[in-house]
C-alpha cells in the first residue's frame, strides 16, 4: 500500500484537532511534479541531473555538497581529465532565505563562449545513454547561456543576474514551484509546533484537575471520619498503644493498585535494563489495552461516585498519549518521505540532515537558513508522561517510599537515628540486643544511641493515616515476634504449651 493512502488512513482514526493540523502530503506531491515541470522548462530535465549527480565523478567531473555563503550548495562540474578549471562550469542548488520563509534557486556560474562555433552546439535534455552525458553536460550549459541572454532581452524579473566579471557570468534563478513547496512545508510544521505546545499546556491543566478529583477519592480514611485516626506523639507517651483504625469511607487502596499496575504495564517507557526506553507506538498500544483489561475488576470496587467518572479521565488521558504518538510519527514520517521524494524527483540535493533527523535539533553547522523548517518537540510523548509522574502517581503515597531498610516491609513506629537513616522498631532493637553499633547504610555508631526520644512521629502518624492495613499487620508481626523472643529468653519454646507440676 503507497504511503499517501495509508497515512490517510491513519488520519481518520485520530481525533479532528489533530488531523486538522496535519502535514499535507499530498499537496506537497503536486508541488514536486510542478518543481519538475519548472526544471524541464530550464532545459534541467531531472533525468539528466540525475544521472549527472551519479556520474559526475567517473564521467565528467565531480559534484559536491557544500556550503557558500551560509547556504548549504550541491555544485555539478562537468570538467574533463587535463581541462583547464578556470573554464569549468558550476550548476548549484542553494536554498536561501528571504525574512519569513524559504526561497530555493539555482546559481549558475559559466564562461562566455570565445567561439562563435559554440553557440550551434546542441542541447539534448534527456541522453539516450551514459556515454552521452558528457555532451549533455556542455549542452545544458550552453543553453543556460541561451536562457541567460533572453532573461537580459527581455528584462525578467524573476531571474536575476548578480554578477558579470570579464567571460564569467552568474546566473541566479529562483525556483517557484519550489518555493511554494517549502513555503507548504514550513507553514504546516509551524502550525504543527504550535499546535503541540498548545496541546503540552491543555494536558497539564486536565491533569492538574484530575491529581484533584483523585486526591479526594483517594483521601485517607481518617479524613472522612476523624474518629479513627488520633495523633502519636512523645508528650502523649502512647506511641506504644496505637492502634490505626480502617475509619471511614474511601478509595485509597484501590487507587493504588491502579496506579502500581500502571506504572508496572510502563504502558509508555521502559525502564528495564533491557527495554529502557520510549516504546513503539504498536508497543505502547499492545500495553495500554493489557492495562485497561487489568482494571477493569478494579472499577467495581471503587465507592466513592466520583472515582469511576476520574479513572474514565485516567483512561482518556492515556488514550491521548497514545494518539499524540500516532499523531507525531505518521507526520515525521510524511516529512521525510516527501523530502526525499522531492531530492528523487528533482534531483536537487537537500541537506542529509533534514531527510533524517527533521524533528531533532540541527547541527551547529547547518545553515541559518534551513533553521527556518520548524522542529515539533519529539519528546512530547514523553513529555506528557513525565507530567502523570510528577503531577498524578504522587497523590497516592506509595508503600515503597516508606519501607525499612533492613526487612523491606513498611517501616511503622519508625526510628530515625542521629545519621538520619530509619529503620523500624524491631529490626533497630534486634540490632541493639546484637551489640552492633554501626548504622547499616553509613556505618556511623549511631545504633546503641537510640531510644524513644528518636521515634519519627510525624512520620508515625503518616503511616498511620496512609498506610493503615499494612500498620496493622506490621504491628501484629511485631508483637507475635516480640512475644515469641520473650519465650525464648525465658527458656521456653513458642511450641510448648503450659505445663502444670
Given at each position: 500500500?503507497h504511503?499517501?493512502?495509508?497515512?490517510?488512513q491513519?488520519?481518520?482514526t485520530?481525533?479532528?484537532?489533530?488531523?486538522?493540523?496535519?502535514?499535507?502530503?499530498?499537496q506537497?506531491?503536486?508541488?514536486?511534479?510542478?518543481?519538475?515541470n519548472?526544471?524541464?522548462?530550464?532545459?534541467l530535465s531531472?533525468?539528466?541531473?540525475q544521472?549527472?549527480?551519479e556520474?559526475?565523478?567517473?564521467?565528467?567531473?565531480?559534484t559536491?555538497l557544500e556550503k557558500?555563503?551560509?547556504?548549504?550548495t550541491?555544485?555539478?562540474?562537468?570538467?574533463k581529465?587535463?581541462?583547464?578549471?578556470?573554464?569549468?562550469?558550476?550548476?548549484?542548488?542553494?536554498?536561501?532565505?528571504?525574512?519569513?520563509?524559504?526561497e530555493?534557486?539555482?546559481r549558475?556560474?559559466?564562461k562566455?563562449?570565445?567561439?562563435s562555433?559554440?553557440s550551434?552546439v546542441?542541447?539534448?535534455?534527456?541522453?539516450?545513454s551514459?556515454?552521452?552525458?558528457?555532451?549533455?553536460?556542455?549542452?545544458?550549459l550552453?543553453?543556460?547561456?541561451?536562457?541567460?541572454?533572453?532573461?537580459e532581452?527581455?528584462?525578467?524579473?524573476?531571474?536575476d543576474i548578480?554578477?558579470?566579471?570579464d567571460?564569467?557570468?552568474?546566473?541566479?534563478?529562483?525556483?517557484?514551484?519550489?518555493?511554494?513547496?517549502?513555503?507548504?512545508l514550513t507553514?504546516?510544521l509551524?502550525s504543527?509546533?504550535?499546535?503541540f505546545n498548545?496541546?503540552?499546556?491543555?494536558f497539564?491543566?486536565?491533569?492538574?484537575?484530575?491529581a484533584?478529583?483523585?486526591?479526594?477519592?483517594?483521601?485517607?480514611?481518617s479524613s472522612?471520619?476523624?474518629?479513627?485516626f488520633s495523633?502519636?506523639?512523645?508528650?502523649?507517651s502512647?506511641?506504644?498503644?496505637?492502634?490505626?483504625?480502617?475509619g471511614g469511607?474511601?478509595?485509597?487502596?484501590?487507587w493504588?493498585?491502579v496506579?502500581?499496575?500502571?506504572v508496572?504495564?510502563?504502558?509508555?517507557?521502559g525502564?528495564?535494563?533491557?527495554?529502557?526506553g520510549?516504546?513503539s507506538?504498536?508497543?505502547?498500544?499492545?500495553r495500554?489495552?493489557?492495562?485497561v483489561?487489568?482494571?477493569?475488576?478494579?472499577?467495581?470496587?471503587?465507592?466513592?461516585?466520583?472515582?469511576?467518572e476520574?479513572?474514565?479521565v485516567?483512561?482518556k488521558?492515556?488514550?491521548?498519549?497514545?494518539d499524540?504518538?500516532?499523531?507525531?510519527?505518521a507526520?515525521?514520517?510524511?516529512?521525510?518521505k516527501?523530502?526525499?521524494?522531492?531530492?528523487?524527483?528533482?534531483a536537487?540535493?537537500?541537506?542529509p540532515?533534514?531527510?533524517s533527523?527533521?524533528?531533532?535539533?540541527?547541527?551547529?553547522?547547518?545553515?541559518?537558513?534551513?533553521?527556518?523548517?520548524?522542529q515539533?518537540?519529539?519528546?512530547?510523548p514523553?513529555?506528557?508522561?513525565?507530567?502523570?509522574?510528577e503531577?498524578l502517581?504522587?497523590?497516592?503515597p506509595?508503600?515503597?517510599?516508606?519501607?525499612?531498610?533492613?526487612?523491606?516491609?513498611?517501616a511503622?513506629?519508625?526510628i530515625?537515628?542521629?545519621?538520619?537513616?530509619?529503620?523500624?522498631?524491631r529490626?533497630?532493637?534486634?540490632l541493639q540486643?546484637?551489640g552492633?553499633?554501626?548504622?547499616?547504610?553509613?556505618?556511623?555508631?549511631?545504633?546503641?544511641?537510640?531510644?524513644?526520644?528518636?521515634?519519627?512521629?510525624?512520620?508515625?502518624?503518616?503511616m498511620?493515616?496512609?498506610?493503615?492495613?499494612e500498620?496493622?499487620?506490621?504491628?501484629?508481626?511485631?508483637e507475635?515476634?516480640?512475644a515469641q523472643?520473650?519465650?525464648?529468653?525465658?527458656?521456653?519454646?513458642?511450641?510448648?504449651?503450659?505445663?502444670?507440676?
Amino acid at each position: 500500500m503507497h504511503f499517501s493512502k495509508t497515512y490517510s488512513q491513519l488520519l481518520l482514526t485520530l481525533p479532528p484537532e489533530l488531523r486538522d493540523n496535519a502535514i499535507e502530503y499530498r499537496q506537497l506531491k503536486k508541488l514536486i511534479n510542478q518543481v519538475v515541470n519548472e526544471l524541464d522548462s530550464l532545459g534541467l530535465s531531472p533525468s539528466v541531473l540525475q544521472q549527472l549527480l551519479e556520474h559526475g565523478e567517473t564521467v565528467d567531473g565531480s559534484t559536491r555538497l557544500e556550503k557558500i555563503d551560509g547556504k548549504w550548495t550541491a555544485a555539478i562540474s562537468n570538467v574533463k581529465e587535463g581541462q583547464d578549471d578556470s573554464h569549468k562550469p558550476i550548476v548549484v542548488y542553494e536554498i536561501a532565505s528571504k525574512s519569513t520563509y524559504l526561497e530555493p534557486r539555482l546559481r549558475l556560474s559559466f564562461k562566455h563562449p570565445h567561439d562563435s562555433s559554440q553557440s550551434d552546439v546542441s542541447f539534448t535534455a534527456k541522453p539516450s545513454s551514459p556515454e552521452d552525458l558528457q555532451t549533455v553536460s556542455g549542452s545544458i550549459l550552453h543553453a543556460l547561456q541561451l536562457h541567460s541572454v533572453a532573461f537580459e532581452n527581455e528584462a525578467l524579473t524573476s531571474h536575476d543576474i548578480s554578477r558579470e566579471t570579464d567571460a564569467t557570468q552568474e546566473l541566479i534563478i529562483p525556483l517557484r514551484s519550489d518555493t511554494a513547496f517549502f513555503q507548504l512545508l514550513t507553514s504546516a510544521l509551524s502550525s504543527l509546533s504550535g499546535h503541540f505546545n498548545a496541546l503540552h499546556v491543555n494536558f497539564n491543566s486536565t491533569l492538574t484537575a484530575l491529581a484533584t478529583s483523585i486526591s479526594s477519592a483517594a483521601r485517607p480514611a481518617s479524613s472522612s471520619d476523624p474518629k479513627s485516626f488520633s495523633a502519636y506523639s512523645l508528650a502523649a507517651s502512647n506511641a506504644s498503644t496505637l492502634r490505626p483504625s480502617s475509619g471511614g469511607k474511601s478509595d485509597l487502596y484501590t487507587w493504588r493498585e491502579v496506579f502500581q499496575l500502571y506504572v508496572e504495564a510502563e504502558v509508555f517507557e521502559g525502564v528495564g535494563e533491557t527495554s529502557r526506553g520510549e516504546r513503539s507506538v504498536e508497543e505502547a498500544e499492545r500495553r495500554l489495552k493489557l492495562f485497561v483489561g487489568r482494571i477493569e475488576d478494579k472499577k467495581r470496587t471503587l465507592k466513592l461516585t466520583g472515582s469511576k467518572e476520574a479513572l474514565d479521565v485516567f483512561l482518556k488521558i492515556n488514550l491521548f498519549i497514545l494518539d499524540i504518538k500516532k499523531f507525531q510519527f505518521a507526520n515525521a514520517e510524511a516529512t521525510r518521505k516527501i523530502l526525499k521524494k522531492h531530492t528523487k524527483r528533482t534531483a536537487l540535493p537537500i541537506p542529509p540532515h533534514l531527510l533524517s533527523n527533521w524533528n531533532g535539533p540541527l547541527p551547529e553547522s547547518s545553515s541559518s537558513d534551513l533553521a527556518l523548517i520548524p522542529q515539533p518537540p519529539s519528546t512530547l510523548p514523553r513529555l506528557l508522561v513525565q507530567a502523570i509522574g510528577e503531577t498524578l502517581l504522587p497523590v497516592v503515597p506509595h508503600i515503597d517510599d516508606y519501607a525499612c531498610l533492613i526487612c523491606t516491609s513498611i517501616a511503622f513506629k519508625p526510628i530515625r537515628l542521629s545519621c538520619t537513616h530509619l529503620f523500624c522498631v524491631r529490626c533497630l532493637v534486634k540490632l541493639q540486643k546484637r551489640g552492633k553499633a554501626s548504622c547499616p547504610m553509613c556505618r556511623a555508631p549511631t545504633v546503641l544511641k537510640a531510644d524513644r526520644t528518636n521515634v519519627d512521629y510525624a512520620l508515625l502518624n503518616f503511616m498511620s493515616d496512609w498506610f493503615p492495613r499494612e500498620s496493622r499487620a506490621k504491628l501484629r508481626a511485631n508483637e507475635r515476634e516480640a512475644a515469641q523472643e520473650e519465650l525464648e529468653e525465658l527458656g521456653l519454646s513458642g511450641s510448648q504449651g503450659c505445663s502444670i507440676m
